[in-house]
């Protein structure tokens, strides 16, 4: 199975190498053309607002838009979480806007530019998902479309609106595959 990596800035280098400890074949993005034939896209960490420009100048945007809406599974890992967002707490910036969502962005404060923690994840065997979260974004608000699939401080922290899943911290810095393997299942059962 061909899975793509946005790979326009950010952590996408570390996603590819999960993708391919997990057995599929992992291809970087950076042109609409590139889109064809991969079964999923990872929209990685990084900086939302320089992805979210550079997504609309590569003529990524729309693409991957339309993509998405015709069925593509798509992940997006805390700026790629911000970027599927309908909604985002004061801000304007490009943003792909599909999933029924309010996140905020920086939403731990700068005190806590970066932590850890243990989240209890019903949906995956195995014990709690040890997550690091770095700058991130916590969703306010979901539609009722969306299912909350953990959660810090009474807010969610993963989430899944049909073929797209979301998550506010970076699950290919632990080397606990299980997330990466979730969305891959997601796509299997397409
Ligand atoms: N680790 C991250 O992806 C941080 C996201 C970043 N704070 C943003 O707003 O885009």
Redesign the pocket.
């Known amino acids: 199975m061909k899975i793509g990596v946005l790979a326009l800035q950010?952590a996408f280098r570390e996603h590819l190498t999960v993708l391919e400890r997990c057995g599929a074949e992992a291809v970087e993005v950076r042109q609409p053309g590139e889109l064809e034939g991969i079964g999923g896209l990872i929209l990685p960490?990084?900086?939302?607002?320089t992805i979210g420009k550079l997504m609309v100048e590569w003529d990524l945007m729309e693409t991957i838009r339309q993509r998405t809406k015709e069925g593509m599974a798509v992940y997006g890992t805390?700026?790629g979480m911000?970027l599927l967002a309908k909604s985002i707490v004061d801000s304007d910036q490009p943003r792909l806007g599909l999933m029924d969502t309010t996140v905020r962005?920086?939403a731990f404060g700068r005190q806590l530019e970066s932590f850890e923690e243990d989240l209890t994840v019903p949906e995956l065997a195995g014990g709690p998902v040890r997550a690091v979260f770095?700058?991130?974004?916590l969703i306010e608000e979901v539609g009722s479309n969306v299912a909350v699939m953990a959660q810090v401080n009474g807010k969610a922290v993963i989430a899944r609106q049909d073929n797209m899943l979301v998550t506010s911290f970076?699950p290919e810095l632990t080397g606990d595959d299980r997330i990466h393997r979730y969305f891959l299942n997601m796509i299997k059962q397409e």
Request: glycine residues 18%; proline residues 6%; aromatic residues 0%.
């Open positions: 950010g960490g990084g900086e939302s607002t805390c700026a911000i962005r920086n770095i700058r991130a974004p970076h």
